[in-house]
């Protein structure tokens, strides 16, 4: 079956970085846009960041410019969020995402296939 599995999440301190990393298998996700989602506490599922399958003109929520860089190794279906200059805003679960369908969406519901999640809590 097709599976996203996030990985790389944890605790650490604001001003710190953190890089997530989302395994793909049970397909290829060459052609797919892949999307960074996060829920934070009490909150409901945002959208972070995406990249096309291209790996060209990845797009970012405002709130994350600047300090997330959104990047794939689609060879190894892989896909990587590099987060700097963490704040207590970016404390969330982030879900890792395949859209089969389209160029690129920053819409939850485009998406065809989700990871588990992995946490990211960030001290101030």
């Known amino acids: 079956q097709v599976q996203l599995v996030e990985s790389g999440g944890g605790l650490v301190q604001a001003g710190g970085s953190l890089r997530l990393s989302c395994a793909a298998s049970g397909g290829t996700f060459i052609r797919y846009t892949m999307g960074w989602f996060r829920q934070a506490p009490g909150k409901e599922r945002e959208f972070v960041a995406y990249i096309s399958w291209s790996a060209g003109s990845p797009y970012y929520v405002d709130s994350v410019k600047g300090r997330f860089t959104v990047s794939r190794d689609s060879a190894k279906n892989m896909v990587y969020l590099q987060m700097n200059s963490l704040n207590s805003e970016d404390t969330a679960v982030y879900y890792c995402?395949?859209?089969?369908?389209?160029?690129?969406?920053?819409?939850?519901?485009?998406?065809?296939?989700w990871g588990q999640g992995t946490q990211v809590t960030v001290s101030s």
């Open positions: 995402a395949g859209d089969s369908t389209g160029w690129g969406s920053t819409l939850t519901a485009r998406y065809d296939y």
